[in-house]
């Protein structure tokens, strides 16, 4: 069996996690934007500051 995860949850986690590193945006304005350019933003962030440690 397996688990399939709550897709409102998901989103909401995913939007909160782009209002942490990118505090200009708001969890009600990211229905509108691209949600997955930001996330990859995101993991590039991540991959440059790994790199530089």
Do not use: G
């Amino acid at each position: 069996m397996r688990a399939t995860p709550n897709l409102a949850l998901v989103s909401l986690y995913q939007r909160a996690r782009i209002c942490r590193t990118f505090p200009a945006y708001r969890l009600h304005e990211l229905h509108d934007l691209p949600v997955a350019e930001l996330l990859w933003a995101i993991e590039l962030l991540d991959a440059e500051q790994k790199a530089a440690r």
